[in-house]
């Protein structure tokens, strides 16, 4: 069964009639197709039985894969809203994709003004989360890809006197050089800033003693890479090297939590209760972990309170992390797969605390 038959499936128990999803993730895991975003508006159309239409703005439908959807083309003097919603029809239950703009979206409210409309992902969901063997290739050729990168980092990335925004430059160029088609991200946060967990690089210069926290990836095939090291330069703060072995452990312990069965908040318990035992448990102030496929971010998330079991093709991140205000964090992340028997880990590179120049 094809991925629309799959989401046919699942909007027959939800008693969704259409689903409607712009661009987005969704529209590239349904039809192969990575559409721009845009004021023109692009809306796939799935209805509950039968073959999905795609509204789409003539000077795009050259990109279009053949055979993904029958087109509807539409040209500048157009109203796409009007096109999607007489092929709507009188349809009463639509659901609608989490990457529609506002915009487009009352626009055709005001079209459809009787409709009982729901929420795109709470079907998507379901398919997205358990990834079948091609997308567990893309997303492991992307973590050995971003391995590959911090294998490079002594030898070829300078970090004293250089500024995070420079370090975080070559982390995405090496990216790139090692077959990411996109570097989406690097975050290097020194100092003092690596107690900032999404700390965007800026123009503080690194010197020796520095703790510095360097988190990366990018896009593969479609599919993303993310990776968190902690690195010290020159000399090794002491309380680094405590907080390191305190993140190493619940990092540990968080990867040997999972298999099939486990909720995920269980996996989130198990690296927390690492840091809890060394008395850092106030500064762990995030989840352990969160999905990852074609959004960096997606389902599951590892957090207190989510008790949805972990099962086979699920992927996601393992990523405890301590945060000292005014003086260093220390965040180390892999991503794994729930295999059938147990973890099966993507990342490889080393996690120990790596000493650069």
């Known amino acids: 069964m094809g991925r629309v038959e799959r989401l046919q499936a699942v909007m027959a128990g939800a008693g969704v009639g259409m689903a409607l999803f712009s661009v987005g993730p969704d529209l590239r895991y349904l039809t192969g197709y990575q559409a721009k975003a845009s004021e023109r508006m692009t809306m796939l159309g799935v209805p509950l039985a039968g073959d999905p ?27 796409p809203a009007a096109l999607v919603a007489a092929r709507c029809g ?5 659901a609608v994709g989490d990457h529609t703009w506002s915009v487009f979206l009352v626009r055709l409210m005001d079209k459809l003004d009787r409709v009982r409309w729901s929420v795109g992902s709470e079907l998507t969901r379901r398919l997205r989360v358990l990834k ?7 997303l492991s050729a992307a973590a050995a890809a971003v391995d590959r990168v911090l294998a490079r980092v ?28 996109t570097a ?13 967990p999404h700390h965007s690089p800026g123009n503080r210069v690194m010197v020796l003693g520095d703790t510095v926290v360097c988190d990366f990836g990018g896009s593969w095939a479609g599919y993303q890479s993310d990776v968190t090291r902690t ?24 990867r040997e939590a999972v298999r099939p ?90 996690r120990d605390l790596l000493v650069v120049s």
């Not at 279009?64 to 083309?73: K, R």
């Not at 690195?231 to 968080?254: I, K, M, Q, T």
């Not at 957090?303 to 393992?318: A, D, I, Q, W």
Request: proline share 6%.
């Open 132 to 138: 079948d063997e091609t997308e567990l290739e893309a």
């Open 231 to 254: 690195l010290a330069v020159g000399v090794v703060d002491p309380l680094a090297v405590e907080v390191h072995a305190v993140v190493s452990a619940a990092n540990r312990a968080g």
């Open 154 to 181: 002594p030898d070829e990335v300078g970090f004293t006197g250089k500024t995070e925004a420079e370090v975080s430059a070559h982390l995405r160029r090496l990216t790139i050089e090692e077959g990411h088609q």
């Open 261 to 350: 069965g486990v909720a995920c908040e269980e996996v989130d318990e198990a690296a927390r209760a690492v840091i809890d035992a060394a008395g850092f448990g106030d500064r762990f102030i995030h989840r352990t972990g969160h999905g990852i496929g074609l959004e960096v971010h997606e389902q599951p998330y590892l957090v207190r309170g989510n008790k949805e079991p972990l099962e086979p093709g699920m992927t996601f991140s393992v990523e405890p992390g301590v945060y000292i205000p005014g003086r260093l964090g220390v965040r180390i992340e892999d991503i794994v797969v729930c295999g059938d028997d147990g973890v099966e880990e993507l990342n490889n590179a080393s």
């Open 90 to 94: 009188s349809e009463e239950s639509i």
């Open 53 to 79: 239409w795609l509204v789409v703005p003539r000077l795009e439908a050259p990109l279009v894969p053949d055979g993904v959807a029958d087109l509807v083309i539409w040209d500048e003097e157009d109203d």
């Open 184 to 196: 989406e991200f690097a975050i290097v946060a020194s100092g003092p800033n690596g107690a900032s």
